[in-house]
């Protein structure tokens, strides 16, 4: 199963999302075609009322915890409840990278 897969399929599985979509970044930065290491993780979810931002972004690294430990080098998260969603169902394009030999 690729990386991309195993993502969305257990953040589905844990937090039940009302809206989910896991974008593979990595084809932004300086690595191989194809490679799946830069993950931008868009997730509305009930889990998350009440619980500030880091609490969100912990549970959604927790539940990522093996494929952060075997590959995934960098996650992006926007957490949001369905409230949040409602009110403002828009995400925030993410930067070219400025890393490695982009420099």
Known sequence: MSISRAITSKLQSYFLP???????ESYMHNVPKGSETHFK?????????????IK??????TVLAEELQSGVHALSIVAKTPSQW???PSFVKSPPCLG???L
Do not use: A, M, W, Y
Not at 18 to 24: E, G, K
Not at 41 to 53: N, R, Y
């Open 18 to 24: 009302s809206f989910l979509d896991v974008v593979n």
């Open 41 to 53: 993780v868009f997730i509305v979810s009930e889990k998350f009322v009440g619980k500030p931002l």
């Open 56 to 61: 969100r972004h912990r549970e959604v690294n």
């Open 86 to 88: 409602e009110s403002d």
């Open 100 to 102: 490695g030999s982009k």
